[in-house]
Nanobody, 122 residues
Framework: QVQLVESGGGLVQAGGSLNLSCAASRNIFSINAMGWYRQAPGKQRELVAT???????NYADPVKGRFTISRDNAKNMGYLQMNSLKPEDTAVYYC????????????????WGQGTQVTVSS
């Protein structure tokens, strides 16, 4: 079994920046598509951004032009650079991998992290 571990959350003032990171909890072979999701209090979890293994990206409208998703395939890491943060960006941010190849022939689908809190003060 493998999980994803997010880091980099915290408290920041409106207009500030944070860079979230996502790593596997153990050594793995590769990660397919990755995504960042967020869940604000009292709301459903929503998509923030996704990136394919080849680097194609997709963003939710509220974060377009402010957030940048990236990845390092050699390190099996994912990142979310968040700029011009707004109070409405406050949420727990989760990393997701649609498929993790743990070792040749051994894979795990729909892998999530436990989330990292991002709080943006006005």
């Amino acid at each position: 079994q493998v999980q994803l571990v997010e880091s980099g959350g915290g408290l920041v003032q409106a207009g500030g920046s944070l860079n979230l990171s996502c790593a596997a909890s153990r050594n793995i072979f590769s990660i397919n598509a990755m995504g960042w999701y967020r869940q604000a209090p009292g709301k459903q979890r929503e998509l923030v951004a996704t990136i394919t293994r080849g680097g194609s990206t997709n963003y939710a409208d509220p974060v377009k032009g402010r957030f940048t998703i990236s990845r390092d395939n050699a390190k099996n890491m994912g990142y979310l650079q968040m700029n011009s943060l707004k109070p409405e960006d406050t949420a727990v941010y989760y990393c997701n991998a649609d498929r993790v190849l743990i070792s040749p022939g051994v894979s795990q689908n729909n892998v999530w992290g436990q989330g990292t809190q991002v709080t943006v003060s006005s």
